[in-house]
């Protein structure tokens, strides 16, 4: 069976995998939760290595079943070295099926790519491998357990279970700077979802949506074009953070940070460009 060689040499993620002891307190202070910045530090665990240049912005990816369309763009960043974390919109994980009235429904939070993988297999190996919902199954178990509900994450809260999974340097806080949704759907419910918690943190935050067809191949271009968008904006901020002399580009950086939230939607503009055949929209949102 065909696999994705960007995951070579890596193993499914486990059932429900323990927490590892603390690491060992480091030399200097460590950013809090609100500090728009990624860990320096890396991990082979969550497929990262060294940032090249420091700085990264925290990105999260959405789509309605944390399968397809998200898990691309989720692998695409932690490969770039992205601190990243993906979820879905809808109430349940719904596959392709037999025929259209009969898909595969799976719940949030609690199957794992690989319960599904072996499920479907087991079902119709053939007709599973030859529509791509192994080999994108594959890809999925091998950047972190299962897929995640939007609405079930608990913003601020440590993610303390997902150690393992890749790209999770730099968002074990539970804060993100900028959300990218792949479909208007998933762009109105996030804002509504962000809006019915009353921004308890009062943090800003970009949300940014990129409409991707659902299937195998558009979603490969669109992790593509949401890999460009993401080092346009980490760019920005880099040059902003400079500009401004500021340690962090978070609220307390106020020059830094509005320099940023300023110029998102002409980066996005100018990305629009590059990318015409992906329609975005944009807003600004609060966690």
Not at 7 to 16: K, Q, V
Not at 51 to 61: A, D, M, Q, S, V
Request: proline content about 8%; hydrophobic content about 35%.
């Amino acid at each position: 069976m065909a696999t994705d060689p960007r995951l070579t040499g890596m193993a499914p993620l486990t059932e429900t995998p323990l927490n590892p002891p603390p690491p060992p307190p480091r030399s200097e202070a460590v950013p809090n939760a609100d500090a728009m910045t990624g860990d320096d530090d890396a991990s082979a665990e969550n497929g990262s290595s060294k940032p090249e240049e420091g700085f990264k912005l925290r990105f999260c990816t959405v789509c309605a079943s944390n399968q397809n369309r998200s898990m691309e763009a989720h692998l695409q960043l932690s490969t770039a070295n992205y601190p990243v974390i993906s979820f879905g919109t809808g109430s349940l994980v719904r596959l392709p099926g037999p025929s259209i009235t009969q898909p595969n429904v799976y719940a949030f939070n609690t199957t794992s790519y690989n319960d599904m993988y072996q499920e479907l297999e087991s079902k119709d190996a053939r007709l599973y491998r030859a529509n791509g919902l192994l080999n994108m199954l594959e890809r999925n178990r091998g950047v972190k357990w299962g897929p995640e509900r939007w609405q079930d994450w608990k913003v601020g809260i440590p993610r303390l279970n997902h150690q393992t999974d890749r790209g999770s340097l730099g968002v074990e806080g539970g804060v993100v700077d900028v959300v990218i949704t792949c479909e208007e759907r998933c762009w109105d419910a996030v804002v509504d979802d962000l809006l019915s918690r009353g921004s308890p943190l009062n943090r800003p935050v970009h949300i940014i949506n990129i409409d991707i067809r659902d299937n195998h191949e558009e979603a490969l271009v669109g992790g593509k074009a949401i890999l460009d968008l993401a080092n346009t904006l980490n760019a920005a901020a880099r040059e902003e953070r400079a500009r401004s002399a500021a340690t962090t580009v978070d609220a307390n950086s106020l020059a830094a940070r509005g320099g940023l939230d300023e110029r998102v939607p002409e980066l996005l503009a100018e990305w629009q460009e590059r990318w015409p055949q992906l329609p975005a929209i944009w807003t600004l949102g609060w966690f």
